[in-house]
């Protein structure tokens, strides 16, 4: 649908801009009439191309400072509709500015607030409806927004703090790749070429070397085929029920890493029901809402069993204490959670426990990673002597 710009008067007089969208000119202007306003000036905006889509997309920053502002102008008891036209003039991001500005008109409109981010749900997740919601209905809505930024906000900075200890590794570990490659490619055929014209027997890691540098510098493109045929296919496969389901069981499985993925996950959910608990929201609805959040099939599939369970009278830890996939501790504090009544002070507490042992783990990993990286090194250097550096020494001292 197309979308417009206006500039208008409002019943006090004062002018204001905004964006809406309409099937044309005339329906646009006419929704603004009822809206009370007195257009001034109405022009189509042109659509965004493909890349200026991606480049500007909403990210998880982006929404921690929307959300960040807009609970600071409601505790000041500024109208929402005032608060998120503000809003417009703060936000940076083109696609929020935008979205924000529809709201806005929607909710001067006669629309409620969460209704109107629950039809964009690309950008505002269930959780965050479901909660913003919550808040209307209790009449806090001020108090659920400024909970809802801080609770994204430990979020968004734990996983940018995982994001920002794996640069390091990545970056040498693609570098080693690419100088691995160029050698591989160019450098080692004219080296083994060297070697082969002597005609003597040449030693077991010469011949594999040359081996690997022929298929390298032959049949290059072939592998880059495989490489993004193996990356199409487990994208495919992971888009199915049994194949997210087997990935996710692989992530918390898998040495290393796997309980750092398995602790995410945990206070993910801690964190979310937490939330919504705190936000007002039912405790079978909160589960369903956690389990789509948490971002792991295994973990969804149990939260949703969770639910189920408690749907049929029984407690949140129950289902919890028979499976393996959960630490006994956080089974046992949400069991003591429940018998006190105190169950969001036990969520907070997991969750702050286990975003220390996150932040650990990732420290660790880092410390851990510099090591292997240059055992790796040494492989590598090892490996590059004893098939080209010794073969050549011993044919410079036949002569």
Do not use: C
């Amino acid at each position: 649908m197309p979308l417009f710009t206006y500039k208008a008067k409002d019943l006090d007089g004062n002018i204001v801009k905004g964006m809406i969208d309409g099937a044309n000119e005339q329906l646009a202007v006419g929704t603004l009439k009822d809206q009370g306003l007195t257009v001034i000036d109405i022009n189509e905006k042109k659509q965004m191309a493909f890349g200026g889509a991606v480049l500007n997309r909403v990210k998880p920053r982006d929404l921690v400072v929307f959300s960040r502002q807009f609970s600071v102008m409601i505790s000041a008891s500024i109208p929402v509709v005032q608060a998120l036209k503000v809003l417009i003039g703060q936000t940076e991001n083109i696609t929020l500015k935008m979205i924000v500005s529809e709201i806005a008109d929607e909710v001067n409109g006669g629309s409620k607030l969460s209704d109107a981010l629950g039809e964009r749900k690309k950008i505002f997740s269930e959780f965050y409806v479901s909660v913003v919601r919550a808040g209307e209905s209790s009449g806090k809505l001020d108090e659920v927004l400024n909970y809802l930024a801080d609770e994204m906000e430990k979020d968004y900075d734990m996983m940018h703090k995982i994001k920002g200890a794996m640069i390091y590794p990545i970056f040498v570990l693609a570098g080693l790749g690419a100088v691995g490659t160029i050698m591989m490619v160019w450098v080692v055929p004219k080296l083994t070429a060297v070697i082969s014209e002597t005609g003597g027997e040449l030693p077991f890691a010469t011949r594999v070397l040359m081996a690997v540098s022929g298929i390298l510098a032959n049949y290059w493109w072939m592998l880059l085929l495989v490489i993004i045929g193996l990356i199409a296919g487990v994208k495919y496969y992971g888009r199915t029920p049994v194949g997210r389901r087997q990935i996710d069981f692989i992530k918390i499985k898998v040495p290393i890493f796997g309980p750092l993925f398995q602790k995410i996950a945990l206070v993910r959910f801690t964190r979310s029901l937490n939330t919504l608990i705190a936000g007002g929201v039912a405790i079978a609805s909160s589960l369903q809402i956690a389990a789509d959040v948490v971002g792991n099939q295994i973990y969804k599939d149990l939260i949703l069993k969770t639910k189920e369970a408690v749907e049929g009278g029984s407690s949140i830890s129950s289902v919890f204490l028979t499976s393996k996939e959960v630490p006994s501790m956080v089974s046992q504090m949400l069991s003591v959670g429940e018998k006190t009544g105190k169950i969001d002070i036990i969520l907070e507490r997991i969750t702050d426990f286990y975003s220390r042992e996150i932040a650990n783990m990732v420290a660790n990993l880092v410390t851990l990673m510099e090591p292997l990286i240059m055992v790796l090194m040494g492989l590598g250097v090892g490996a590059m002597v004893a098939a080209i550096i010794m073969p050549m020494y011993n044919m410079a001292n036949q002569f």
